[in-house]
């Protein structure tokens, strides 16, 4: 069986390296006009890779053939090489928003072609992929091509759940992903317009700040059309991110008005509705104090508003999203923000801690200014203007850039602490939900 790869960004070229140490022959193409280099980068990746001299070569001689572009490709790529595919072949979107794949092979891919769905909810970047976790959409296949198709994933060493639809699929990586990838960029851009490192700063170093410090930088690790592409492609992720910013609003409204005892009141109710029945939190305090990159002694810590996350209940209850609903569909950073959150509510001294942090004058400049950078966000995202999303991920990565390999590296180990640790718990999965591949 030979695997066909569309796209060898980061994501593309993990898939491509996957498949050809497992055996098999990979052929991959991609728009890139330096093709002597990026031959050479293939070539050196393994011996059974090579670059293809077209996406059509890639569509007539493979048997699975992924289409690993940005969600804003996805037309044209589907157009230019869907209808060289050989019969009976699958194509298969690796798209984190899958409605926009769906549509364009229903329309550009011959009617004797499979089709289907795989997403990896995890960074490329991640060592070890076995333990992560992935999507699985079945548009249309034989019963020889799924089968043929599963066994091939297995390369991938992913743990597989299937959905029914690209609108379920859609629906619950905006639950589990939206505000969460939001809020973290707002936090950097939050520091970058305010001119300082958060590990340099007392008021965010250890416990939470840790790790909030570590997923910011992550997410700028990564690609500005991945983040942006999921906030503006996927239907449900502009209206849970909009509510998400009036809910960091309404709490800054309480906070300039010195209502402590409102804001106290508001948030405990929030945090008792959202967390019936409790969760099983895997990251505690010891853990969380491991990851950080800060030099600062824990003993001079200052007490953080945790505004950022204190408005998460509020807006998944506005919403009626439930992100506990289907954990195994969330990847790291949003399985992260659910642990986070819940310590924030479930530590009642570090509740207190927070609550009280509100009224300090120097902290509310902070929060202002995450506020502003939270809104910028959104009203970018209301927009739909992917070329503005960019410059602002941009411009905040270069400003993180000095830390950011190794920041990326250390989020790299926590996350395979996290897989580690999640091992040794058992998951329920709702049949409302997914189904387990295997």
Same mark, same amino acid.
Request: a neutral charge; aromatic letters at 8%; one cysteine or more.
């Given at each position: ?38 031959? !050479?980068?293939?070539? =050196? &990746?393994?011996? #059974? +890779?090579?670059?293809?001299? %077209?996406?059509? /070569? ?92 599963? !066994?091939?994933?297995? =390369? &991938?060493?992913? #743990? +597989?759940?299937?959905?029914? %639809?690209?609108? /379920? ?97 508001? &948030? ?171």
């Amino acid at each position: 069986m030979k695997i066909g790869i569309i796209g060898t960004g980061a994501m593309g070229k993990r898939h491509a390296l996957e498949f050809a140490k497992s055996g098999f022959d990979v052929l991959c193409h991609d728009s890139r006009e330096d093709k002597r280099q990026l031959g !050479s980068e293939l070539k =050196a &990746l393994h011996e #059974k +890779i090579r670059l293809a001299e %077209s996406g059509r /070569q890639v569509s007539a001689e493979s048997d699975i053939i992924f289409y690993l572009v940005p969600v804003q490709n996805i037309w044209e790529a589907a157009h230019d090489f869907g209808k060289h595919t050989r019969a009976q072949a699958t194509v298969c979107s690796g798209l984190s928003v899958m409605t926009p794949g769906v549509e364009a092979f229903n329309l550009h891919i011959p009617d004797n072609v499979n089709i289907m769905s795989l997403h990896l909810l995890c960074s490329p970047s991640v060592r070890d992929l076995g333990g992560q976790r992935s999507i699985l959409l079945d548009t249309k296949s034989t019963e020889k091509s799924r089968n043929d198709a599963i !066994s091939a994933f297995t =390369a &991938l060493k992913v #743990k +597989i759940f299937e959905v029914q %639809s690209p609108e /379920q699929h859609d629906q619950v990586t905006a639950n589990t992903q939206a505000t969460v990838q939001t809020s973290f960029l707002a936090m950097a851009l939050a520091c970058t317009t305010a001119g300082f490192f958060p590990w340099e700063n007392r008021h965010y170093i250890g416990g939470l700040d840790n790790i909030k410090v570590l997923m910011m930088q992550r997410i700028l690790g990564g690609k500005a059309h991945v983040y942006g592409s999921l906030a503006m492609d996927n239907q449900f992720a502009r209206k849970q991110i909009l509510e998400y910013c009036m809910q960091t609003m309404s709490i800054m409204n309480m906070v300039r008005k010195g209502d402590i005892r409102r804001i106290r009141e508001t &948030l405990s109710k929030a945090g008792d509705a959202a967390f019936i029945p409790r969760k099983m939190r895997i990251l505690d305090n010891s853990v969380m104090q491991e990851f950080s990159l800060s030099c600062i002694p824990k003993e001079e810590r200052l007490g953080n508003s945790n505004i950022s996350l204190f408005s998460h209940p509020l807006a998944w209850l506005n919403t009626g999203v439930n992100p506990f609903f289907s954990p195994e569909l969330a990847p790291p950073p949003a399985r992260f923000m659910c642990d986070m959150v819940q310590a924030l509510f479930q530590d009642k001294e570090l509740f207190e801690e927070s609550i009280n942090a509100m009224a300090d004058r120097k902290l509310i400049a902070h929060d202002e200014i995450f506020l502003d950078s939270l809104k910028t966000l959104t009203g970018i995202i209301a927009r739909h203007d992917l070329t503005a999303y960019t410059n602002v991920f941009d411009s905040t990565k270069t400003f993180f850039n000095g830390r950011l390999a190794e920041a990326v590296r250390r989020s790299d180990e926590l996350v395979e602490r996290f897989s580690t640790l999640e091992r040794d718990l058992t998951t329920s999965i709702d049949s409302n939900t997914c189904s387990t591949v295997f």
